[in-house]
């Protein structure tokens, strides 16, 4: 019997963030830098895949305004 789960669970974590020059295109505020790590989990069988991302945000209102690889 093969079971097929299509059950993705992913979670956005933000480690820490710094405030960093420059300000928010939505709503002016100063932006910051912060380390994002996405979590995905398929069907709690397969291993965590994590991802690491330093990412330019806004505090404010969330926007992500750069995202480096
Ligand atoms: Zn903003």
Redesign the pocket.
């Known amino acids: 019997m093969v079971l097929f789960c299509f059950l993705v669970d992913q979670k956005r974590i933000v480690k820490r963030t710094k405030p960093v020059a420059g300000s ?6 100063g ?1 910051s830098v912060a380390d994002i790590v996405t979590k995905t989990r398929f069907c709690f069988i397969m291993p965590f895949y994590w991802r690491c991302n330093k990412t330019i945000l ?1 505090t ?4 992500t305004l750069k995202t480096y690889p």
């Open positions: 928010c295109s939505r709503c002016r505020r932006a806004c404010f209102c969330g926007t």
